[in-house]
C-alpha cells in the first residue's frame, strides 16, 4: 500500500481478530479480555469494542447510561442479557439495542461453560453520565478537544455542595 493508503487504513480500520487485549480481572465475578477498536480511529461520535468473557463470568458492572445508546453481537458462545430486571437468554448471532436511560440498566453475564465473545458499539457521548444501581455509584466521563479525559465515580452521598470551597 501507499503511505496514503496506510495511513488511511491506520485510523479506518481496526481488526478484533487481531487486536491486542487486555485482561480485565475483578475478583470473583469479573474476568475479560477486551480491546477498545475506536481508540485512535477517526470516529468521533461512535465507539466499539470486543470483549470475550470467561465462563461463569461478567465483563461490567449491572449499570444504564444517560446519554449513549450500545449495541451488542453475540459472536460466539451464549449467555445472559441482565436488562431491566430480567434475566435474557443470549446466544452467538443476537443483536442487543440497549437504549439510555433508567429503564434499561444491563449486564453481560457469561451463564454458560465456554467463552462468550462480543462486538459492542456504541455513540461516544462526551460528557456522559452511567448510574449503577446495584452498588448506587454514577460516574461522570468527559474528553475535551485536545484529547484530556475526566473521569469521575462516586456515590450520591459523597458529593458536596454545589458552593462547597468557592470564595
Not at 481478530?17 to 480491546?35: F, G, I, K
Not at 450500545?70 to 452467538?92: C, D, W
Not at 451463564?111 to 446495584?134: G, N
Amino acid at each position: 500500500m501507499s503511505d496514503r493508503a496506510d495511513g488511511l487504513a491506520a485510523k479506518l480500520i481496526r481488526n478484533f481478530n487481531t487486536v491486542a487485549l487486555e485482561h480485565e480481572v475483578h475478583d470473583p465475578l469479573y474476568d475479560s479480555h477486551c480491546a477498545r477498536l475506536g481508540t485512535g480511529t477517526a470516529a468521533k461520535k461512535l465507539g466499539a469494542s470486543i470483549d470475550t468473557v470467561a465462563p461463569g463470568k461478567r465483563s461490567c458492572p449491572y449499570h444504564f447510561h444517560y446519554g449513549q445508546e450500545e449495541m451488542f453481537i453475540v459472536l460466539e458462545g451464549n449467555g445472559t442479557l441482565r436488562v431491566a430486571g430480567a434475566m435474557l437468554p443470549i446466544k452467538s448471532g443476537d443483536v442487543m439495542f440497549i437504549p439510555a436511560g433508567p429503564e434499561y440498566p444491563h449486564q453481560i453475564i457469561n451463564t454458560s461453560d465456554t467463552p462468550l465473545k462480543y462486538i459492542s458499539i456504541s455513540t461516544r457521548e462526551s460528557p456522559e453520565m452511567c448510574e449503577y444501581p446495584d452498588s448506587g455509584k454514577y460516574a461522570a466521563f468527559a474528553t475535551t478537544d485536545s484529547g484530556k479525559r475526566v473521569h469521575v465515580v462516586q456515590r450520591a452521598e459523597q458529593s458536596v455542595d454545589y458552593w462547597d470551597g468557592e470564595p
